[in-house]
């Protein structure tokens, strides 16, 4: 197992900003590819963003281009989540991921947090 642990979410206004982290318990996490995916209530869990292990490739959701930014400090095992202009619809619960691969098979996931946007 690779333990995930996000942090940073809560509740902020329509336009404002948040970023969230993810901290990995193990050092070799920083060969995997990492995303964030979120799910909404009464929805499916949704793909947000991914970043290749050296954070050279990185991929985001149409919904969110231009707004989120993903970035990852291997030093530190942390993968980040820039999220800004936040609009209503992105309230949901935002998970952290890992995949050994190229991130088509995510197998490490985190508890969630939460983010909540008030119009």
């Known amino acids: 197992q690779v333990p995930l642990v996000e942090s940073g979410g809560g509740l902020v206004q329509a336009g404002g900003s948040l970023r969230l982290s993810c901290a990995a318990s193990?050092?070799?996490?920083?060969?995997?590819?990492m995303g964030w995916f979120r799910q909404a209530p009464g929805k499916e869990r949704e793909f947000v963003a991914r970043?290749?292990?050296?954070?050279?490739?990185?991929d985001y959701a149409d919904s969110v281009k231009g707004r989120f930014t993903i970035s990852r400090d291997n030093a530190k095992n942390t993968m980040y989540l820039q999220m800004n202009s936040l609009k209503p619809e992105d309230a949901a619960i935002y998970y952290c991921?890992?995949?050994?691969?190229?991130?088509?098979?995510?197998?490490?996931w985190g508890q969630g947090t939460q983010v909540t946007v008030s119009s």
């Open positions: 991921t890992a995949d050994p691969g190229m991130g088509t098979s995510w197998a490490y």
């Open positions: 193990k050092s070799f996490v920083k060969t995997y590819t």
């Open positions: 970043i290749s292990w050296n954070g050279v490739s990185t």
